[in-house]
């Protein structure tokens, strides 16, 4: 009914000259909103340059880091030092992993071995880190049964946890480096079970450390070096 | 000779092409929805602007309309039974006039509602449209002037845009002109989708399957209505 009343008298179609502009109207409209605006912004496609003087592209770059702990860390040069798999973390890959840097291994530094297995439960997280003084160097191998999420930083101890530094926010089955202390203070991961199933991780270091302590939800528990 | 009826232009199959492509297209961009919301638009990038930039805003505002499912829904629910072009503007015009007080004001005196509650009544502005459409509230004997009821819902289209963009934190500096930007940006967007769903109206209504159809389009519509309402409660419950 309500159709019926106001519905218009005589609906006609379009001429074949009217369907014809129409359409041809419509591809131009949608070719200059796909070539100024939608490519630039979307994909940072910028055939005209009209995306990049007006700031439209920036809608499609990542911008800045949004972690400023990340965007710090990442300006460090001569901290993490990625190695390969299958990579021993023992003291004589230590040393030469950082021969081949150019890095001294500061005298009378006690190299100590440790080794930690955690399960962690669905979408559980924890934190280890180790205790190093400024420059002083470990090597690491961890793994886990699946990938996890992880975040690798550091919290000075002079500044605390404002000047946490990351070096590496990724998910990872494992990660095998070198690392070197940036500064005195604690150095170890965060990591997250992002699955719906139990996941083992386990990780071996050789380093300077002198102690690790563990961060979970109860609070902060010193952890006993556990050589292999 | 009773053919006059079958006198079926010869370009007729032309028009059918051309309205399937629109449709297709119209469909393509809408689906994009549920993947770019305005939220997830570079939330980084849009925080770290200072100052006015017109284009990036004008672009999300434009985006956000030509990708909002509840908004195209509700913009073709008013322009379902308009066939003037008149008309069509004083509706959407009723509309602007909504959603450019709710989202500047909102945004500007810090206002915002829950952005749950926002969009389920945005999608409730989808089932009383076409309910309307429908000839129901006419049959329950209530006689509401529809120009007040789309301004009323463009106030609340507006406060939810008001909201989406405070989320987002935007910079004070050049707050303003970035929001008229963004402001101007949905009327582009709005002007675009409604002149395809103009335009496909038009082409259905000059078929002899209108009268029939209307109805189950305007079903399909309360039905889209429902869905995003009760989506949009859901989620404020479990929020």
């Given at each position: 009914?309500t159709?019926?009343?106001?519905?218009?008298p005589?609906?006609?179609?379009?001429?074949?000259?009217?369907?014809?502009?129409?359409?041809?109207?419509?591809?131009?409209?949608?070719?200059l909103a796909l070539?100024?605006?939608?490519?630039?912004?979307?994909?940072?496609?910028?055939p005209t340059?009209?995306g990049?003087?007006?700031?439209?592209?920036?809608?499609?770059?990542?911008?800045?880091?949004?972690?400023?702990y990340?965007?710090?860390?990442?300006?460090?040069t001569?901290?993490?030092?990625p190695?390969g798999?299958?990579?021993v973390?023992?003291e004589?890959?230590?040393?030469?992993?950082?021969?081949?840097?150019?890095?001294?291994?500061?005298?009378g530094?006690?190299?100590?071995?440790?080794?930690?297995?955690?399960?962690?439960?669905?979408?559980?997280?924890?934190?280890?880190?180790?205790?190093?003084?400024?420059?002083?160097?470990?090597?690491?191998a961890?793994?886990?049964?699946?990938?996890?999420?992880?975040?690798?930083?550091s919290?000075?101890?002079?500044?605390?946890?404002?000047?946490?530094?990351s070096?590496?926010?990724?998910?990872?089955?494992?990660?095998?480096?070198?690392?070197?202390a940036?500064f005195?203070g604690?150095?170890?991961?965060?990591?997250?079970?992002q699955?719906?199933?139990?996941?083992?991780?386990?990780?071996?270091?050789?380093?300077?450390?002198?102690s690790?302590?563990i961060?979970n939800q109860?609070?902060?528990h010193p952890?006993?070096?556990?050589s292999? | 000779?009773?053919?006059?009826?079958?006198q079926?232009?010869?370009?007729?199959?032309?028009?059918?092409?051309?309205?399937?492509?629109?449709?297709?297209?119209?469909?393509?961009?809408?689906?994009?929805a549920?993947?770019?919301d305005?939220s997830d638009?570079?939330?980084?990038y849009?925080?770290?602007?200072q100052?006015p930039a017109?284009?990036?805003?004008?672009?999300l505002?434009a985006?956000?309309?030509?990708?909002?499912?509840d908004?195209?829904?509700?913009?073709?629910?008013?322009?379902?039974?308009?066939?003037r072009l008149r008309?069509?503007?004083?509706y959407?015009?009723m509309?602007t006039?909504?959603?450019?007080?709710?989202?500047?004001?909102?945004?500007?005196?810090?206002?915002?509602?829950n952005?749950?509650?926002?969009?389920?009544?945005?999608?409730?502005?989808?089932?009383?449209k076409a309910?309307e459409?429908?000839?129901?509230?006419r049959?329950?004997?209530?006689?509401?002037d529809?120009?007040?009821?789309?301004?009323?819902?463009?106030?609340?289209?507006?406060?939810?845009?008001?909201?989406?963009?405070?989320?987002l934190?935007?910079?004070?500096?050049?707050?303003?002109?970035?929001?008229?930007?963004?402001?101007?940006?949905?009327?582009?967007?709005?002007?675009?989708?409604?002149?395809?769903?103009?335009?496909?109206?038009?082409?259905?209504?000059?078929t002899?399957?209108?009268?029939?159809?209307?109805?189950?389009?305007?079903?399909?519509?309360?039905?889209?209505?429902i869905?995003?309402?009760?989506?949009?409660?859901?989620?404020?419950?479990?929020?």
């Amino acid at each position: 009914m309500t159709q019926a009343e106001i519905a218009p008298p005589q609906a006609t179609l379009p001429s074949k000259r009217q369907v014809v502009i129409g359409s041809a109207v419509a591809a131009a409209v949608a070719t200059l909103a796909l070539v100024f605006f939608v490519l630039p912004a979307e994909l940072g496609v910028d055939p005209t340059g009209f995306g990049k003087a007006t700031g439209l592209t920036g809608l499609a770059t990542n911008g800045p880091p949004a972690n400023i702990y990340l965007e710090r860390g990442l300006k460090r040069t001569n901290v993490l030092f990625p190695l390969g798999a299958s990579a021993v973390p023992d003291e004589a890959a230590l040393r030469a992993a950082l021969a081949a840097k150019g890095i001294a291994l500061p005298a009378g530094a006690r190299l100590v071995t440790d080794h930690w297995e955690i399960e962690l439960l669905p979408y559980e997280n924890i934190e280890m880190k180790y205790r190093l003084a400024q420059g002083r160097s470990m090597i690491f191998a961890w793994k886990s049964s699946a990938p996890v999420h992880y975040d690798m930083h550091s919290v000075p101890d002079q500044g605390g946890n404002p000047m946490t530094e990351s070096f590496a926010i990724t998910d990872a089955p494992a990660q095998t480096a070198v690392y070197v202390a940036p500064f005195t203070g604690i150095h170890g991961w965060f990591w997250q079970n992002q699955t719906l199933s139990p996941v083992t991780l386990s990780i071996d270091a050789t380093g300077a450390f002198t102690s690790a302590v563990i961060f979970n939800q109860a609070g902060e528990h010193p952890r006993g070096l556990q050589s292999r | 000779m009773r053919d006059i009826a079958r006198q079926e232009p010869d370009h007729r199959a032309l028009i059918r092409l051309a309205a399937w492509a629109a449709l297709a297209a119209l469909l393509v961009v809408a689906s994009a929805a549920f993947a770019h919301d305005l939220s997830d638009a570079n939330k980084s990038y849009v925080q770290s602007i200072q100052g006015p930039a017109p284009v990036p805003f004008f672009y999300l505002g434009a985006k956000h309309m030509v990708t909002g499912i509840d908004h195209i829904a509700f913009l073709i629910g008013v322009v379902f039974f308009l066939y003037r072009l008149r008309d069509v503007v004083i509706y959407v015009s009723m509309f602007t006039i909504g959603h450019s007080t709710t989202l500047l004001g909102g945004v500007l005196l810090g206002t915002g509602l829950n952005s749950y509650i926002v969009d389920a009544v945005i999608g409730f502005s989808v089932i009383y449209k076409a309910f309307e459409n429908l000839g129901g509230l006419r049959k329950i004997g209530l006689a509401i002037d529809t120009r007040l009821a789309v301004l009323a819902f463009g106030l609340f289209h507006g406060l939810g845009l008001a909201t989406k963009l405070q989320d987002l934190s935007v910079s004070d500096n050049g707050l303003l002109a970035n929001l008229i930007a963004f402001n101007v940006g949905v009327e582009a967007g709005q002007v675009l989708v409604l002149a395809v769903v103009v335009v496909l109206l038009n082409l259905w209504r000059a078929t002899g399957g209108f009268a029939r159809g209307a109805r189950y389009a305007n079903l399909a519509l309360l039905i889209a209505g429902i869905g995003l309402t009760t989506y949009q409660i859901a989620g404020y419950v479990q929020s």
